[in-house]
């Protein structure tokens, strides 16, 4: 599994944007289940525009079934909170890191490196890197 991070939503539905080529080869090339979150897509959207075509390709993408939406829990939530006060992290940043956690996966998709290479996933009393794909 692979939780998708706000950048690669935006690039893959604007095809404007100077990563929509990087990110559509990398997204036909994974064979995993893809998950997101609230904020990240709330993030998405905003970014893409209310009524833009992107953003309907992006509900479309969600309808479909080809990306999950991962619904935090009130623990996961206090948990992204812990995170962005450890980092200098928004919330859908925090709520990735927190949904990795949670479902057991290291791997992010993400444009954002410098930032993911520094975030830490907890295994139990050990912390892992994020594996950015």
């Known amino acids: 599994m692979i939780i998708v991070d706000t950048g690669p939503l935006v690039a ?6 100077h990563m ?3 990110c559509t080869d990398r997204l036909s090339a994974l064979r995993v ?8 897509l709330t993030e998405a959207f ?3 525009t209310p009524g833009s075509q992107g953003a309907d ?6 309808a479909k079934g080809a990306m999950g939406v991962h619904y935090a829990s009130d623990e996961e939530l206090i948990r992204a909170f812990e995170l962005m006060e ?11 890191i927190s949904a990795a956690e949670t479902l057991g996966t290291r791997k992010v998709f993400t444009l954002d ?5 520094s975030y830490r996933i907890k295994r139990g009393h050990r912390h892992v890197a ?3 794909v």
């Open 46 to 48: 905003h970014m893409l």
């Open 20 to 22: 929509h080529a990087v």
């Open 33 to 40: 289940r893809l998950m997101t979150t609230l904020p990240v």
């Open 12 to 17: 893959l539905f604007d095809a404007k944007d």
């Open 130 to 132: 994020v594996d950015i």
């Open 86 to 96: 450890t980092y200098p992290m928004d919330l859908a940043d925090a709520s990735v």
């Open 57 to 62: 390709q992006l509900r479309l993408l969600i």
């Open 113 to 117: 490196r410098r930032d993911f290479e």
